[in-house]
């Protein structure tokens, strides 16, 4: 599954940084989380590091992108072949 920030976001700015893919940005209201570039940090950390970071607990799994370990591995690569 990808993630997605709820209603909840305080837009404390803590979660943005330390995506690394970049699938975090400002929203209208609040952050943002594209699940066409969030694997849940498979492939950089054992975590997910917004989630660690947030103050907030406001990110939740995304329900309408569900996607296995091994498909969020596929799009880590797809995404590191793609900036290469």
């Known amino acids: 599954m990808s ?15 330390e995506c690394p893919n970049g699938a975090i940005s400002q929203g209208d209201e609040i952050y943002v989380i594209d699940p066409n570039l969030c694997t849940e940090c498979v492939g950089h950390y054992e975590t997910s590091q917004c989630v660690e970071v947030c103050p907030v607990d406001c990110i939740p ?4 992108h569900v996607e296995t370990k091994e498909g969020l ?10 900036t290469a």
């Open 73 to 82: 591995l596929e799009k880590y690569n797809r995404i590191m072949s793609e």
């Open 61 to 64: 799994h995304d329900p309408e």
């Open 3 to 17: 993630l997605l920030i709820t209603d909840e976001c305080i837009n404390c700015d803590v979660c943005e940084p």
